[in-house]
DNA sequence: ATTATCTATAGATCTATAGATAATGC
DNA sequence: ATTATCTATAGATCTATAGATAATGC
């Protein structure tokens, strides 16, 4: 997670500040509370980062890359179109695990701060409409073969983000209303995984 | 959506409330900016429900009651399993339709204050387990039949709201994304809504 | 000399309350 | 008399910066 286990006081307040952030949003972190965490004084968060809103920056920009990279990485191995789709909602589903609290990041920020993840996004991933036209032709040569249902690309899209990103965002609510511990939600989690890869499945099929 | 058109300055003060809250969050609305919304001064805001916290739950306790009610309102006419579905979904999305932003109002809440919420869905929905139950029973009987495939019915419902709440969370990306106005984005989720339903529906089937 | 760290503080909030005054209902 | 509304302010943040001191690299 940090840059290899660098462990000077500005690497310490960058994982402070990425857990805290995590946590409880941007508007509910101050940076009082980052260098209490991360040992130091709060002067020194700003000596390094100049404001609260170039720290998040530091901090995100990378995790943020991190998943759209992993969105827009589409294999070119030679497997049929299902199994890519098998191990693109796999690995998609295997980054959320590693990162469960960044659904709530994002939304948060999405409405908080729009501005902020759209300047991001362009900077992370400026070749998105080549890769979503790309996907979207080969979507249609398997529509045109007859081997899934006719559907946009968009859709498809959509389907598959919805369902593996907002169990993530309901891991508050499965925790209180089933009373489960960590290990309870990941067991949940997991099986989860499975389902999604059935539905999206069922629902291409012809 | 207000109280009979109540134009009470309480009434100005709860829909200022409302609107702000939803748009921005607990954490980054003062009521300050309630009160100037509202044509008061902030004082007035304290008078009339004491504190910040106080008038969240009075603004969204009756609110979030809709969503859940909604939910656990299951009908008891005649029709199909799947027809009840398909209903289902509908009425539950139009609610959505017309609270777009509570899906990240309910979000950001349970993650930053999960006890406010938790607190809520005892006192609206007490019986929320037995509704499950029964709707369990219903959907194992349909799956005895051999009409719908096995699953679990937490599974079901994952899956519902996944789809339903999902595309109201992502409103900000499809509009900054597609370039879409208001119009446009209402558009998009209404045809997202059929979509839906013809998920949900494949899903099921044996 | 330069970089890292600290103390102290200015200036801007923000919530909640006290206490004064205006409006309303008997 | 009671209720609604206002002004003013205490007390608690919080961000950002200035300026002092300690640690480090030539």
Redesign the pocket.
Known sequence: MEKQDDD???QKIRDAAERLFLNKGFAL???????KAA?????????????????FEAVFAEKVKLFVEEILNISSEPITFKEKVRRKIVSHYDLLLENPQMPFLIINELITNPERLNAMKTIVAPNIGMVFAQFERELKEEIRKGTIRPMSAFDFVVTMLSLNIMPFLGIPIMKSALHLDDAGVRDLLLKRREENIEIVLRNLGP
């Not at 972190?29 to 260098?35: D, G, K, P, V, W």
């Not at 130091?40 to 809103?53: E, I, M, S």
């Open positions: 000077s006081m500005e972190t101050s940076t009082t509370e980052i260098a040992g130091c004084n709060q002067a020194l968060v700003h000596y390094y980062f100049r404001t609260k809103d170039r720290l």
